[in-house]
């Protein structure tokens, strides 16, 4: 499969503060990407070096093949991009905006942006410094995908809608990747990465911590399960299955409280043999398995 | 097709060149106006054959010319006016089109479309560069529709001349402009850089014939290129070449430093050890000043404290300046009184002098610019951006919601925001009272310590008042009324009045109610002492602050 998107030893630093640090990225064409982390780790200097608003302090990139460098004009015209901090002109309204920005690209989108307009319930009629945030926001999203690009870059694209409008959101990239579009979609809340997202990466403190499928991820989850047994068992005998730590037993033997990392199977299959009465799993969610990469303890070291 | 870029920046400034356009317009109409009135002059015209020629440069005149209507225009339009208007706007849009753009991320957005860096520099740089070209086409037609009218026989290539040398200065600043913000990335930097360059070219181009140390970089001054010899007069010459040439350059450099830079990171171009360095030195800056940040009177002050330092400099700078010229200009004081009771009475009142005899004092010739024509000018300018950026804009740009959100009451935020505005305007008054003690003392010119504090003081106040103005129609008019245009226009109103006023029998009674008149009167400010009327200036600033704060009280904040 081809890329979309490739990096190898991206690096970017402002004075001795990093932004990224040897970024090693590559997204497959047609996959939606998500690259999440906590503010400040790194996300915005990454799309920004791909777009070739900021330069490399080292390492290289490309999109579609191209270098993100030298072949900037070539990439720009394939990508949409809605920036995390949107800005647009106060003064234009929403349609003259667009107008200018498809100009700009040198193509007529009024079709699709009318289409796009009418989905997200935007008027296009109103002075943008008259929009609320939430329309902003839209006016944006409509800029990103007016021209139908191949790769979309979206950070934080969700801030500002309301719920109704995130779901919107979420069905049009679903409609993009089903057209064989790649997304690249930036952001540190989960939840709209978790809806559409095939792979995600993790980055903290200007590093790459992970990459992986949503469902790699989850088994990676730590799971507790408790089970409850008709007479005494010996922990020693769970506790030496690989990823099996044992917090407690109680009742005379008979309650064993297990953490598991990654699968259960060996455990179920190691008390099948036994008398189980119940057994209870309380399974951690995604949610938490992205707090511990974003990390309580920032100063251990994020690649290790 | 006009390229989309280009185009969108020429709307940009539609307003603007309609506004400056109608004041360059009304300015030349009357500078027409001026000179019939001083031709009628019989005792002026004979006088004027018999004056030294060193002695008028200071005043912008060579007096071989002065008396055409070429020579005339070229000292008061085309040396003061003129650039003055057109530089302040080709700065502002250069800084506004490229450099405050991209502080607001806006090149992000442009350049995630597909164009070239070099396109949108370009493009921005040659829709300001036409802005400035129509700005000054309007001025010259309007001098060619006068021409005619009021009998000035200019010659047509002649004003055609001036108007392409005044659009190359125009276009040689909006390009400084850019390279100072393409160097540091800050619109605030690129305006100062590009303006403080603008008055340094202005000052030694203009005092050079005065003061010898200055000859040696009068050739290097890009305002020597753009007057000497006068194009009005002279037609184009070398002068205007080495404008378009070096304007040339400096934008073929700060295109090519645009191309390679980061985007919206400050000092891009600076090696990584020297950004460092810098932050750090931020740091402690921050560390130190912290104290201001307590209470919006204070944070006011923090907020304007680089301002009070440039302005202050500058007028402190000027006062210094006038001292010094002093003692030539007395050499010739006889000289000059003849001058000045020849001089129309009009030309004066033009610049806020109704009484021209005084200017042949040290009180008079110091006080007519730092007191009664610059400095008023500058100080109302400073005190109204002060109000405009503390509140007006704050309430526009949605910060206002946040500052009010704290537990303290509408009253005392807006009041401490006023008392901050007023209390820089002090520490720029004290600036310049200390420049003028000093040269006061430097200079000999033995003027009393008590009249110069009473001047600055006089001088604070009429400052306040505009001030208070402004946040009076601010509070009544709310955040999208035109506040800070309508206090320019009644400011430049009342200082004609005053001005007009001592001429015209008509508009002598009316003359009491300016300002200006309270201030100055027809009495130069360092002539005399603490005056009551300036009760009137400190009155009307309370009492306009007031109804703005009580007024504020109750009205719906704008977002």
Same mark, same amino acid.
């Given at each position: 499969?081809s890329?979309?998107?490739e990096t190898?030893?991206?690096t970017k630093?402002?004075?001795d503060?990093?932004?990224i640090?040897?970024?090693d990225l590559?997204?497959d064409?047609?996959?939606v990407?998500g690259?999440?982390?906590?503010n400040?780790?790194g996300k915005?200097?990454?799309?920004r070096?791909l777009?070739?608003?900021?330069k490399?302090?080292a390492?290289?990139?490309?999109i579609?093949?191209l270098?993100i460098e030298?072949?900037s +004009?070539?990439?720009?015209?394939?990508v949409?991009y809605l920036p995390g901090d949107l800005? +647009?002109?106060p003064?234009?309204?929403g349609r003259?905006f667009?107008?200018y920005f $498809?100009?700009l690209r040198g193509?007529?989108?009024a079709s699709v942006?009318?289409?796009?307009?009418e989905?997200?319930?935007?008027?296009?009629?109103?002075?943008?410094k008259?929009y609320?945030k939430?329309n902003?926001?839209?006016?944006?999203?409509?800029?990103?995908?007016?021209h139908?690009p191949?790769?979309l870059i @979206?950070?934080?694209?969700?801030?500002g +809608?309301?719920?109704?409008m995130?779901?919107e959101?979420?069905?049009? @990239?679903?409609?993009?990747?089903?057209?064989?579009?790649?997304?690249?979609?930036?952001?540190?809340?989960?939840?709209?990465?978790e809806r559409v997202a095939d792979?995600?990466g993790?980055?903290?403190q200007?590093?790459?911590i992970?990459?992986d499928?949503l469902?790699?991820f989850? $088994?990676k989850?730590?799971?507790?399960?408790t089970?409850?047994?008709?007479s005494?068992?010996d922990?020693?005998?769970f506790?030496s299955?690989?990823?099996v730590?044992?917090i407690?037993? @109680?009742d005379?033997?008979?309650l064993?409280r297990? $953490?598991?990392?990654g699968?259960?199977r060996?455990?179920?299959?190691?008390?099948?043999?036994?008398?189980v009465i119940?057994?209870?799993?309380e399974?951690?969610?995604?949610?938490e398995?992205f @707090?511990?990469?974003?990390?309580s303890?920032?100063?251990?070291d994020p690649a290790? | 097709m006009i390229?989309?870029?280009?185009?969108?920046?020429?709307? %940009?400034?539609?307003r603007?060149v309609?506004g400056?356009g109608l004041?360059?317009?009304?300015?030349?109409v009357?500078?027409?106006?001026?000179?019939t009135?001083m031709?009628?002059?019989? %005792?002026?015209?004979e006088f004027?054959?018999?004056l030294?020629a060193?002695?008028l440069s200071?005043?912008?005149? %060579?007096?071989?010319?002065f008396?055409?209507?070429?020579?005339f225009?070229s000292?008061?339009l085309?040396?003061?006016?003129a650039?003055?208007f057109?530089?302040?706007f080709?700065?502002?849009a250069a800084a506004?089109?490229v450099m405050?753009?991209e502080?607001? /991320?806006?090149?992000d957005?442009?350049?995630?479309?597909?164009v070239?860096?070099t396109?949108?520099?370009?493009?921005?740089?040659?829709g300001?560069?036409?802005?400035a070209?129509?700005l000054?086409?309007v001025?010259?037609?309007a &001098?060619?529709?006068?021409n005619?009218?009021?009998?000035?026989?200019?010659s047509?290539t002649?004003?055609?001349?001036?108007?392409l040398?005044?659009?190359?200065?125009g276009?040689?600043?909006?390009a400084?402009t850019?390279?100072? =913000?393409t160097f540091?990335?800050?619109?605030v930097v690129?305006g100062?850089v590009a =303006?403080?360059a603008a008055?340094?070219a202005?000052?030694?181009?203009?005092f050079s014939d005065?003061y010898?140390?200055?000859?040696?970089?009068?050739?290097?001054?890009p305002f020597?290129?753009y007057q000497?010899?006068h194009?009005l007069? %002279?037609?184009v010459?070398?002068?205007?070449v080495?404008?378009?040439v070096t304007a040339?350059?400096?934008?073929?450099?700060a295109?090519l430093m645009f191309?390679?830079?980061?985007?919206?990171?400050?000092r891009a171009l600076?090696p990584?050890?020297?950004?460092t360095?810098?932050a750090?030195?931020?740091k402690?800056?921050?560390?130190?000043?912290?104290?201001?940040?307590?209470?919006?009177?204070?944070?006011?002050?923090w907020?304007?404290?680089?301002s009070?330092?440039?302005?202050?400099?500058?007028?402190g700078l000027l006062?210094?300046?006038?001292?010094?010229?002093?003692p030539s200009?007395a050499?010739?004081a006889?000289? &000059?009184?003849?001058l000045i009771?020849?001089?129309?009475r009009?030309v004066?009142?033009?610049?806020? *002098?109704?009484d021209?005899?005084a200017?042949?004092?040290?009180? /008079?010739?110091?006080s007519s610019r730092?007191y009664?024509?610059?400095g008023?000018?500058l100080?109302?300018m400073?005190?109204?951006?002060?109000?405009s *950026?503390a *509140?007006?804009?704050?309430?526009s740009d949605?910060?206002?919601?946040l500052?009010?959100?704290?537990?303290?009451s509408r009253?005392s935020?807006i009041?401490g925001?006023?008392?901050g505005?007023a209390?820089?305007t002090?520490l720029?008054?004290?600036?310049?009272t200390?420049?003028?003690?000093v040269?006061?003392?430097?200079?000999e010119t033995?003027l009393?310590?008590?009249?110069?504090l009473?001047?600055?003081?006089?001088l604070g106040?009429?400052?306040?008042?505009f001030?208070?103005l402004?946040l009076?129609?601010?509070?009544?008019?709310?955040?999208s009324?035109?506040?800070v245009?309508?206090?320019a226009v009644?400011?430049m109103?009342?200082?004609?009045?005053?001005?007009? =006023?001592?001429?015209?029998?008509a508009l002598?009674?009316?003359?009491v109610?300016s300002?200006?008149?309270?201030?100055f009167?027809?009495?130069?400010?360092l002539?005399?002492g603490f005056?009551p009327?300036y009760f009137l200036?400190?009155?009307?600033?309370?009492?306009m602050g007031w109804?703005?704060?009580?007024r504020?009280?109750r009205?719906?904040?704008?977002t």
């Open positions: 499969m890329r979309a998107i190898s030893g991206l630093y402002y004075g503060t990093a932004g640090v040897d970024l590559a997204v064409v047609g996959e990407f690259f999440i982390g906590p400040g780790a915005t200097t990454t799309i070096l777009l070739n608003f900021l490399p302090s390492g290289s990139g490309s579609f093949g270098d030298g072949d +004009l070539a990439i720009r015209s394939r949409g800005a +647009l002109y003064s234009m309204t003259e667009l107008l $498809s100009r193509i007529d989108t942006t009318l289409r796009l307009a989905r997200f319930e935007l008027d296009l009629d109103r002075r943008i008259e609320s939430g902003r926001q839209k006016v944006g999203v409509v800029n990103a995908f007016m139908e191949e790769l @979206l950070d934080e694209p969700t801030g +809608l309301d719920p109704l995130q779901q959101f979420a069905e049009l @990239l679903t409609e993009v990747r089903a057209e064989g579009r790649t997304v690249f979609l930036s952001s540190h809340y989960l939840p709209e990465v792979r995600v993790i980055v903290r200007g590093r790459l992970d990459v499928t469902s790699g989850r $088994s989850v730590q799971s507790n399960l089970i409850k047994f008709g005494p068992v922990p020693a005998q506790a299955i690989e990823g730590t044992v407690d037993l @109680l005379g033997g008979t064993l297990l $953490s598991i990392a699968s259960q060996a455990v179920i299959g190691e008390a099948s043999s036994r008398d119940t057994v209870t799993s399974e951690a969610d995604l949610d398995v @707090l511990s990469y974003y990390g303890d920032a100063h251990t290790g | 390229p989309a870029i280009l185009g969108k920046t020429l709307r %940009d400034r539609q603007a309609m400056f004041g360059i317009v009304a300015l030349s009357w500078l027409g106006v001026m000179f009135v031709r009628e002059s019989d %005792d002026f015209t004027m054959n018999n030294p060193g002695l200071a005043f912008g005149i %060579d007096s071989a010319t008396l055409s209507a070429a020579g225009l000292s008061y085309f040396t003061l006016f650039p003055l057109v530089l302040f080709v700065i502002n506004n089109e405050a753009e502080r607001d /991320g806006l090149l957005m442009l350049l995630s479309s597909p070239s860096r396109r949108v520099f370009l493009e921005k740089t040659g300001v560069a036409l802005a070209l129509v000054v086409a001025l010259t037609v &001098l060619l529709v006068v005619p009218i009021f009998d000035l026989s200019l047509v002649g004003v055609l001349a001036a108007g040398s005044l659009w190359l200065l276009v040689l600043f909006a400084l850019l390279v100072a =913000g540091t990335g800050r619109s690129a100062g =303006g403080s008055f340094l202005w000052f030694v181009s203009g005065l010898a140390p200055l000859e040696t970089f009068d050739k290097a001054s020597t290129w000497e010899p194009p007069t %002279d037609g010459g070398a002068g205007q080495w404008l378009a040339a350059g400096l934008i073929a450099a295109t191309r390679r830079r980061d985007l919206s990171t400050e600076l990584a050890t020297r950004i360095r810098l750090r030195k931020r402690g800056r921050s560390v130190r000043a912290a104290w201001l940040l307590t209470g919006s009177f204070r944070k006011t002050i907020d304007r404290r680089r009070v330092w440039g302005w202050g400099g500058g007028l006062t210094l300046v006038m001292f010094s010229v002093w200009m050499e010739d006889e000289a &000059l009184a003849g009771t020849s001089l129309p009009e004066f009142a033009m610049f806020g *002098m109704s021209p005899a200017i042949v004092t040290p009180a /008079g010739f110091v730092t009664q024509a610059i008023p000018i100080i109302i400073f005190v109204v951006r002060g109000v *950026m *509140m007006v804009k704050e309430e949605g910060a206002f919601d500052a009010l959100s704290i537990p303290a009253k935020v009041a925001k006023a008392l505005v209390f820089s002090g720029v008054i004290v600036i310049i200390v420049a003028a003690l040269g006061n003392f430097a200079w033995e009393g310590a008590e009249r110069i009473a001047a600055g003081a006089g106040l009429l400052g306040l008042f001030g208070g402004t009076a129609i601010w509070a009544l008019g709310g955040a009324f035109p506040a245009r309508i206090t009644l400011a109103a009342t200082f004609l009045l005053n001005g007009l =006023g001592s001429l015209s029998e002598e009674t009316a003359r109610i300002p200006f008149y309270w201030y009167g027809d009495t130069p400010p002539a005399k005056e009327t200036l400190l009155a009307g600033a309370l009492v109804v703005a704060i009580s504020f009280d009205r719906d904040i704008a």
